[in-house]
């Protein structure tokens, strides 16, 4: 299939993202606002097609654990929750990090905490981003702003997560997952055959083969010092994924007075708002992590140099901003304006808190 | 002939290839390193070794991918079913079997064991129920019997405290899902060969696509119930197996 355009939800579309990706399997436990995910797989049925294996579980905690299941086996498997759901999978995405699995997370995130609202948050950011699980870990954390990166993002997080043997997460919201937008899909890719899982993925349990040992995936290691080495492992691995994968999207910070710091459907308020803002002559910048770890503390580091503030404008009480101001490390001002429990900024109400709190 | 008894052809029994040579963790009078022989004999047997992808608990059984020489997948607590099902879906000409204790099984996985049956997943379960948490010290377990003292239950379990012994092969047996649901043991050689019997049928059914297969093992815990290996087996007979009651459940 060549490329091809539609117009289509978020939630839709990480769905068809997935077969076209190749992808191996689904596991997923329906919640508000990303059951469309699943619906979608459902109706498209790609066990028919592709030979996708789709499966409703009993709950979150199983769909998490079906996917350690499937990633072992080196097979490219994901799910998808928002939210709650997220909270119940914690413990899964440690052991996935602890016995590194490459598998593909999406939280469509809702307003918290506990059952909290079905509207759409960024709340999530700290569970996320600082590790939502036990144990020292990063999780490679993608953050959409439009229905074309949910797309985007499915087989940039599935690469990366197989380059590093270790989960990634897409942390969308309820406005990306919920919104219809236009879309072009890539061009669909077979899934791998089980010979060139066994070539690309010589640790899965596919079945010894008399040529190699047995492969065991555990995170478990009660020797001390050898699970001490593990653990300098992924922290080299985690150095590494900092030093080669930061992504973000600069708009007109060169000349800016101010910058906007913005994930996902904050960073579309935002860049409405600078564009409010500069028609009444202030200018104002957007830095727009696409990566939220590795975040890409070294251009707000440069801007922070020349410009009078940083307004992180977030769906929450404040978190990125704590990695904002470790990145600006007292050098300028930085404050934070947020909406909380499910409700969405307008571009006007961000331009008047800029204004209040910088007096610009 | 020679008399020499290491001569090979006069050797009438051997480890099973599969099993190798790391020293064994488990105590003793344990049941779980008969259990492991059994299943590397028959895995050998039906010539899975290149084809089996087992799944190991939480639990003294943690470290059974030590000592069984095929792919393991180690499991969270509980987690077993949910693992192996995702393994089998994605790999269906494989052997996808858990190894389970009770507190793995019967407590924190209760939810992933009912739903893993109920959908009838193509695999199979062998659960060690020795009625203790052996791993980490002694405590109660869901299938710990009344009156039956544990660390956590130092006086004995009392049902108004701690509910009843759980018999969760009985639940599984009324499951539509389920092929086989079998109870034995390995205190006896009878025992054991009647155990294997029933693995290997639980592994056929797993290949054949037959649905799910529980053989539990009524086992001793002789750290756990604080008797020797043998007082350990009087004990299981004189009061394991009237709670849990040998033979098959079901087999269709």
Known sequence: MSEEIFLMKGNEAIAHAAIRYGADGYFGYPITPQSEVMETLMDEAPWETTGMVVLQAESETSSINMVYGGAACGKAVMTSSSSPGMSLMQEGVSYLVGAELPCLLVNVMRGGPGLGTIQPSQADYFQTVKGGGHGDYKLITLAPSSVQEMVDFVSLGFDLAFKYRTPAIILSDGVIGQMMEKVVFPPSRPRRTEEEIRKQCPWATLGRTPDRKANVITSLELDSSIMEENNNRFQAKFKKIEENETLFEEVNCEDADYIFVAFGSAARICQKAAELARKEGIKVGLIRPITLWPFPSAVIAKYAEKVKGFLSVEMNAGQMVEDVRLAVNGKTKVDHYGRLGGIVPTPNEVVVALKDKFGC | ?252
């Open chain 2, 1 to 252: 002939m020679s008399n020499n008894i290491i001569d090979p052809a006069n050797m009438i029994y051997t480890k099973p290839e599969l099993m190798n040579d790391n020293q064994m963790h488990y105590c003793p009078g344990c049941s779980h390193g008969v259990v492991h022989k059994l299943i590397a004999e028959i895995i050998d047997e039906m010539g899975l070794r290149e084809k089996t992808i087992a799944v190991a608990p939480v639990g003294c059984a943690v470290f059974a991918y030590n000592y069984i020489d095929v792919d393991w997948v180690e499991a969270a607590h509980g987690r077993a079913p949910a693992v192996a099902t995702a393994v089998k879906r994605l790999n269906p000409d494989k052997l996808v079997f858990t190894y389970q204790g009770d507190g793995d099984l019967a407590a924190i996985g209760t939810a992933e064991t009912i739903h893993a049956a109920n959908r009838g997943e193509n695999i199979a379960t062998i659960f060690i129920n020795n009625g203790i948490y052996g791993m980490t010290g002694g405590q109660m377990a869901p299938t710990t019997l009344e009156h039956m003292k544990t660390a956590t239950c130092p006086n004995g379990r009392d049902i108004h405290l701690n509910g009843y012994p759980l018999k969760i092969t009985d639940l599984l047996a009324q499951l539509p899902g389920v092929c086989l649901v079998t109870r034995q043991s390995v205190h006896t050689a009878a025992a054991v060969k009647k155990t294997k019997k029933m693995i290997r049928k639980a592994f056929e059914n797993a290949m054949e696509g037959k649905g799910e297969s529980i053989v539990e093992v009524v086992s001793t815990c002789n750290s756990g119930w604080k008797l020797s290996p043998a007082a350990s087996n009087d004990w299981m007979v004189e009061n394991m197996f009237p709670a849990y009651p040998l033979g098959d459940l079901k087999n269709i």
